[in-house]
């Protein structure tokens, strides 16, 4: 019996051996990360000197542990924000041809400073794709507005001096939780520009720069592209109780843990309270052209959206003589203007059809055979020398009652003077821009130029983008020839993409990237509302 416990002993010694040696690993790896040693041993070019390996870390490597928050992110505009193929056409067309200056990093990486705020960090260079792969074209991920402090000033998201100075290198991450569960893998913090939904949005989502360097944006005098931040503050100043995030960003049904994938007490130190955790794929207009025919995981939320930002009332529907009178009226729902974004690159319209009582058509205005076919706008079909007509397909004459709520991008602009010389200004006290009369239409941006309103040629009314929470209502005259009784429909659709856009980018593109000619027929129309109406004489 001795004998025996003796070799079972031995047999122990020889297993104590290995335990120890893994043991004293496991404790040298423990010293090494409890006091950071492996970012000072193991430094990367471009990262900080602070944080696991290095400052700006992929979003990929959030998935293990937030889970959900990564796959709804991985769905949404902001991954693809560098990747798009528009934003691959038009930023190397800009630089190609230098319309947003010769100087660098500002403005000339205006668009990649705001679409991939971190590569702009750390990656060199101004035509798209980025060298550095994957990494480095991801987009507007978990880092660009997790490891942000403090908001910038709404605007300057696109200028290197003023996103890039906040954005703080280091392994703390920012977020609005009083209490957040400590992990193995970062520390968090919450940051006062959580507290206020929609801060961290305006340093893109207001587009403009400063030409007169007088510290002031002004219409008519700075390039101004995008206002959505200033309509939001408006839509707050009236009374609005909406944010940025109760339609983009609303509660992830079924989540409960933003770390939903940590392992406990592994990754993260124990299970932490239920949380309301948001959804990140930022549900809006647009979508990846190049990936939407095989995949669009957001195409239902997206309509959903849009089928309640409006509404649309068919206030009149009645004989006159021998016209038809019909008054439809738009009300904008959203805590923005509608059209909002680069609104010169949206086109919401009002497509209206007559029949009569064999169901025959005998009016329409607005309607299109295809998604792909143009809208007969008479501000770009309606005149020969727009560069961008030619591009036009479906139209053989300008619609002219035609309600098109979409900007008009120019090369050149100028404000409009009053009797007496005067530069005009508009209700707001905002100074009103018109196209120059040496300037045309285009799909770039120009430093020199901005967007202008349309004016519907039937009855001079404006087409400006409706303003948060206003009304318009717009009046056809529909001549009735024979028809003696009938239905008038009204529906308002929008498409985020103007086809001649596209077709114009196809034409200057250069000869490598993404071929725009042949992704405008991914383009979607969708109904936001209808009404019908019975008329007889």
């Given at each position: ?259 939903d994938g940590a392992w406990i007490p592994v990754q993260q130190d124990f299970e932490g309270p239920r949380r309301e955790v948001h959804d ?51 009300e904008n729902e959203t805590g923005h203007n509608l059209p909002t974004g680069f609104a010169f690159a949206r086109q919401m319209w009002i ?156 034409k200057a593109e250069p000869a490598e990237g993404p071929r725009m000619d042949t992704l405008v027929a991914n383009l979607q129309v969708v ?11």
């Open positions: 019996m001795q004998a025996r416990y003796t070799r079972w002993l031995q047999r122990w010694r020889w297993l104590h051996v290995p335990m120890a040696l893994v043991f004293v690993a496991v404790l040298v790896a423990h010293v090494v990360g409890a006091l950071g040693l492996a970012k000072r041993a193991l430094p990367i070019a471009g990262g900080a000197t602070s944080g696991p390996l290095a400052a700006y870390r992929p979003s990929e490597e959030c998935r293990e542990c937030h889970t959900a928050i990564y796959d709804s992110w991985a769905n949404s505009m902001h991954a693809h924000a560098l990747t798009s193929p528009v934003t691959i056409v038009q930023n190397n067309i800009d630089m190609k041809t230098s319309l947003l200056g010769a100087s660098s990093p500002d403005p000339r990486r205006i668009c990649i400073n705001c679409h991939a705020p971190v590569a702009a960090a750390i990656v060199p260079g101004d035509t798209l794709p980025l060298e550095g792969g994957g990494a480095a074209n991801e987009g507007i991920g978990c880092v660009a507005c997790h490891q942000h402090r403090a908001p910038v000033p709404p605007g300057s998201g696109g200028l290197a001096s003023d996103f890039q100075a906040k954005l703080e290198k280091g392994d703390t991450y920012f977020a609005s939780l009083s209490s957040p569960v400590g992990n193995a893998l970062h520390k968090s913090d919450m940051a006062p520009s959580y507290g206020d939904p929609g801060a961290l949005c305006g340093g893109c989502h207001d587009v403009s720069l400063d030409r007169d360097g007088d510290g002031k944006i002004v219409k008519g005098v700075d390039l101004v592209l995008q206002t959505t931040f200033d309509e939001f503050v408006e839509y707050v100043s009236a009374g609005g109780q909406g944010t940025c995030v109760t339609c983009h960003m609303p509660a992830l049904s079924g989540v409960t843990a933003a770390a990140h794929s930022f549900v809006g207009v647009d979508y990846p052209l190049d990936t939407v025919a095989r995949s669009d995981p957001q195409r239902e939320a997206r309509a959903a959206l849009l089928r309640g930002a409006a509404q649309l009332t068919l206030d009149e529907a009645k004989v006159e003589g021998n016209a038809l009178k019909v008054v439809v009226t738009l497509e209206l059809v007559a029949t009569d009582s064999d169901n025959q058509e005998f009016f329409a205005s607005g309607k299109i055979a295809r998604p792909t076919d143009d809208l007969c706008d008479n501000a770009t079909y309606g005149e020969s020398d727009n560069p961008l007509r030619p591009q036009v397909v479906g139209c053989s004459d300008v619609d002219k009652q035609l309600v098109n709520v979409q900007l008009k991008l120019v090369d050149k602009i100028t404000v409009l003077a009053d009797a007496s010389g005067a530069p005009s200004k508009n209700d707001e006290g905002e100074y009103v821009v018109i196209q120059a009369k040496s300037g045309s239409e285009t799909f770039l941006q120009y430093l020199t130029g901005g967007p202008v309103v349309r004016v519907r040629p039937a009855d001079k009314a404006s087409l400006a983008p409706l303003r948060p929470r206003a009304k318009k209502a717009f009046t056809f005259a529909i001549p009735l020839g024979r028809a003696r009784s009938g239905v008038v429909s009204a529906r308002l659709l929008f498409r985020n993409l103007p086809p001649y856009f596209l077709r114009a980018m196809g109904e936001m509302a209808k009404k019908t109406a019975r008329f007889s004489r």
